[in-house]
Nanobody, 115 residues
Framework: QEQLVESGGGLVQAGGSLRLSCAASGIIFSYDVMGWYRQARGKQRELVATITRAGSTNYADSLKGRFLISRDDAKNTVYLQMNSLKPEDTAVYYC?????????WGTGTLVTVSS
């Protein structure tokens, strides 16, 4: 029914920028919280950023100032603008959405940052 599909991943050089998108389909109500997580090879999945329905944002401390999360409920889409990318940002990025205690996940998009 409800699905999240990420897009925008790819290969980028260090210092470059990338914009990820996560489009939701099959929904009637917008999500209370939407966010991005990432999982690097050999590591656990970690929080990147979240944004509430009201627009309140939360970022991993190490990413503040480089990444920007936003949402457009009219398009049922959440974005992640990634700037000044570093090789350590290489990971699979997952879209997450929450509503009424239910958690939804996308299947991920790979971001590779070369040095």
């Amino acid at each position: 029914q409800e699905q999240l599909v990420e897009s925008g991943g790819g290969l980028v050089q260090a210092g470059g920028s990338l914009r990820l998108s996560c489009a939701a389909s099959g929904i009637i109500f917008s999500y209370d919280v939407m966010g991005w997580y990432r999982q690097a090879r050999g590591k656990q999945r970690e929080l990147v950023a979240t944004i509430t329905r009201a627009g309140s944002t939360n970022y991993a401390d190490s990413l503040k100032g480089r990444f920007l999360i936003s949402r457009d409920d009219a398009k049922n889409t959440v974005y992640l603008q990634m700037n000044s990318l570093k090789p350590e940002d290489t990971a699979v990025y997952y879209c997450n959405a929450w509503r009424y205690g239910r958690n939804y996940w996308g299947t991920g998009t790979l971001v590779t940052v070369s040095s």
